[in-house]
């Protein structure tokens, strides 16, 4: 998508693959330590060594660090900290270690609708029972608790619902929550004894005026040990969002909170089977949790790319939602953050019916003839799950700026011939 990796974080992996170039003069003094300080925990050394199953003892320090700072001094423990393959390795592990049962007793996972694909799939590959909670599409999105409560009543019809996932913010819908949601959710976990899973990797990724990232774990601690001792919490982040954009390397963490203790040696047990994520991936988080301090050498550069990433990213949502509300049939939520919209389309409805007639979901139908027109490639809002009678579309917001309003222009303009087309 045209965006330029970030110089701090590619000088440190370069060094740690390659330790000869720290005799290279090319590179800042705090790259060069960096890089030391994360060779020195490896063994032998060595990036291309086996780490303890749970990630490297100083990566995972550096994560509760920066999890402390982030929450505004919360305290939090190394030990419960995991690293990962991407935050997906983590949430399948904390998936297949919650799923049990059979039948009736089978485990039931609340799922946010429109969802990131992952949930579904992996629940199918459990045998998990996935139980659809809707976001409200004319609140931009807000998650409801009077949605969870209908969601959950009816799950307990036929399975054991154990578990509660977030996206915050959403993929694909590009939402974020407020604090007085995050609260509620707790309260309404507390109350149903749920495990809460919060996926959290867009944290670095908000853009709308007045919004702002509050962490499940911040907000289930300022409310106090009514909640802050009883619910228990995963949650996940990555390097492959954020500014970072790094989804190659395969870096994640997940931090628990209140899990039984018997329960974590499972866990444990379970992340040891694939001997350890891959080190490279635990060497570039570490270099994202523990970037350049002020007076630092490479402080200066390291933020400016950070701060146009972002920016160009912020100004991009607001250009998305702008062109796209301009075409009639299509309606677009304010995009408060992550890197998609999730716009609603009007499909007519001879569309709707040869798309039936082809069997293919209608937005399915509308996305390749898109495709085969424009070479514009969007996912169909099927793949996501949406309200029965509404169909949508995700589209990312990374291409460059000028790349991307071309692309909406052609999108709008595909959109109203197919209206003509379609109409009686």
């Keep these: 998508m045209g965006q330029k990796p970030i110089t701090f974080l590619r000088q440190v992996s370069a060094i740690c693959l390659y330790p000869e170039l720290l005799n290279d003069n090319k590179f800042p003094d705090d790259v060069k330590q960096k890089a030391l300080r994360i060779l020195q925990a490896c063994g032998g050394n060595s990036l291309g060594s086996y780490s303890a199953s ?6 995972r320090q550096d994560v509760s660090r920066y999890i402390e700072r982030r929450d505004g001094g919360i305290p939090s423990n190394p030990d419960n900290i995991y690293l990962s393959t991407g ?3 983590s949430i399948v592990t904390m998936l297949k ?9 089978r485990t039931g996972v609340l799922i946010p609708i429109p969802q990131y694909p992952l949930y579904s799939a992996a629940l199918a590959e459990l045998g998990a029972v996935q139980v659809n909670y809707y976001l409200d599409e004319e609140k931009c999105w807000a998650l409801n608790v009077t949605e969870l409560q209908r969601a959950l009543h009816e799950a307990r019809k036929h399975c054991d619902p154990k578990v509660l996932c977030i996206i915050n913010p959403g993929n694909p819908t590009g939402q974020v929550q407020s604090r007085k949601c995050i609260e509620d959710v707790i309260r309404f976990a507390a109350e149903e004894n749920l495990f809460v899973m919060a996926d959290e990797v867009y944290q670095d990724n908000i853009y709308a005026e007045g919004c702002a990232f509050h962490s499940f774990k911040k907000v289930l601690f300022e409310m106090g040990p009514k909640y802050s001792d009883v619910v228990e919490l995963a949650s996940f982040h990555s390097t492959s969002k954020g500014f970072m954009g790094e989804c190659g390397f395969r870096g994640g963490y997940m931090e628990v909170v209140n899990m039984d203790c018997a329960v974590k040696q499972e866990l444990t047990k379970l992340v040891s089977v694939r001997l350890c994520p891959p080190v490279p991936g635990q060497a570039l988080l570490d270099m994202i949790v523990n970037p350049p301090q002020p007076g630092e050498p490479s402080y200066k550069q390291f933020m400016a790319e950070k701060q146009a990433v972002l920016g160009n990213l912020a100004e991009k949502a607001r250009l998305t939602e702008e062109i796209l509300n301009g075409a009639p049939g299509i309606q677009c939520n304010p995009v408060q953050g992550a890197m998609y919209s999730f ?24 996305c390749m003839k898109l495709l085969e027109e424009t070479g514009i490639c969007v996912v169909p809002g099927s793949g996501f799950g949406q309200r029965d009678g509404t169909h949508h579309f995700r589209m990312t917001i990374l291409p460059p700026t000028e790349k991307l309003k071309s692309l909406l222009e052609r999108l709008k303009d595909f959109h109203q011939k197919f209206m003509q087309e379609y109409s009686p």
């Design 343 to 366: 716009p609603r389309i009007q499909i007519p409805e001879r569309a709707v019916r040869l798309a039936q007639s082809e069997g293919q979901a209608p937005d399915m139908f509308f």
């Design 97 to 105: 270690l919650l799923v049990s049962g059979q039948g009736r007793s």
């Design 54 to 59: 749970q990630g490297i003892e100083v990566v």
């Design 87 to 89: 935050a997906s390795d």
